[in-house]
């Protein structure tokens, strides 16, 4: 499973593998852009950089957190923006994608939908038996993801809908 945590300034990845009720975490890093770069450059890195990764690691699932309305448009458009960008990458290589939102990720990690970020982020630490959080917290954050795709994929209604199209 590979999780992302979506941005433009940072983009947050992970990779973990689930078995037997036991995860793993098999690479996680970020993928960061510099503030006064021209955006389509930093799109295009984005791109580059997730595809090669993804390349590299070919998952059998990526999953993705479902974008929500911010208050800020513009940041909101911007995010939604190297999101597509990600989703392409994964869509060029094939890779099914699997969207959460925010609440199922807190869920899915901490077992309450209302947890904190730094609940989520020590949660999933202590289920990847890392030794500290990673850094920066988009990454913490892709890991998390993963392990609710991790969680949602085994589940008979996830097979169901998977098999149903939905």
Known sequence: ???????????????ISFKSNTYKALGY???????????NQRLEYIYDELYAILNRCRPDALA??????QTNQKTAIKVAQARGVTLLAAQKLKIPIFE?????VKTAVTGYGKAKK??????TRRLLKLDEVPKP??????????????????????????????
Not at 148 to 163: E, F, N, P, W
């Open 1 to 15: 499973m590979f999780g992302i945590d979506p941005g433009y300034a940072i983009v947050g990845w992970g990779a």
């Open 64 to 69: 993705i957190e479902r974008l929500y309305f």
């Open 29 to 39: 890093g970020s993928v960061e852009t510099q503030a006064h770069t021209d955006f």
């Open 100 to 104: 959460y939102t925010p609440l199922q």
């Open 118 to 123: 730094p609940q989520v982020m020590e949660m």
């Open 137 to 166: 917290d988009d990454t913490a954050d892709a890991l998390a993801i993963a392990i609710c795709h991790a969680q949602a994929a085994g589940s008979d209604l996830r097979q169901a809908m998977y098999r149903k199209g939905i």
